[in-house]
Structures are given as C-alpha cells and as structure tokens.
C-alpha cells in the first residue's frame, strides 16, 4: 500500500482543516487506517484509526470531540477533519495502514509523508 497525505497548511486557533490520504493498492479496504502526528522533539504519536469498513474508529483523548476520521473505501481515501485547532495541535501529520485493528495505537506496517499543520495562537 502507498500512501500519501494532504491538505495541512497555516490556521488560526479555533480554525479548521480536512487531511486527506490517498491510497493505492488493490487491498486498500482490508487495511485499518490511521493517522499519526509528531511535533519538534517529540515522538510520533497516536490520532485517530477508522477499522476496514469504517464502522468502529477510535481516538487519542487529546483529539476527542474536535476531530473525525472517515474513510472512502471506492475512492481509497482517508479524511481527518479537525475542528476546533489549538496550537498544540501543531505537528506533521502522517497517515498509515495496519492489517491487524487491534494494534493500530501501536503503529502502522505503512506509512505515507507526512503533512505539515501549523495552528497559530
């Protein structure tokens, strides 16, 4: 699976922003999703993942009720809409792929280039 991400850019805190992850592969819908984020000097850490067919998803505590994750499984993408942007929201944002749901926390087997997001105070 290949992946690529988009749609970061510069935002104002309170502001918002879609990332977008295309795939490509023809087993795109048999992967859980999910998306990472990793601040300067900080390890990389855990977002948001969608399950295969979209129907369970799952969320770090510190995103909870601002951000939601989707999946297009006919147009192998991925979206994070992430309302309500702190400046500690601020990081490059990667998305990735895992067979195994139940490790996605953990890390991803793929992983796309990441996207920059910038949210300003």
């Known amino acids: 699976v290949q992946l690529q991400a988009s749609g970061g850019g510069l935002v104002q805190a309170g502001g918002f922003l879609r990332l977008s992850c295309a795939a490509s592969g023809r087993t795109f819908s048999g992967y859980a999703m999910g998306w990472f984020r990793q601040a300067p000097g900080k390890e990389r850490e855990f977002v948001a993942a969608i399950n295969w067919s979209g129907g369970t998803t799952r969320y770090a505590d510190s995103v909870k009720g601002r951000f939601t994750i989707s999946r297009d499984n006919a147009k192998k993408l991925v979206y994070l809409q992430m309302n309500s942007l702190k400046p500690e929201d601020t990081a490059v944002y990667y998305c990735?792929?895992?067979?195994?749901?139940?490790?996605?926390?953990?890390?991803?087997?793929?992983w796309g280039k990441g996207t920059q997001v910038t949210v300003s105070s």
């Open positions: 990735g792929a895992r067979i195994d749901w139940t490790l996605v926390v953990a890390g991803m087997d793929y």
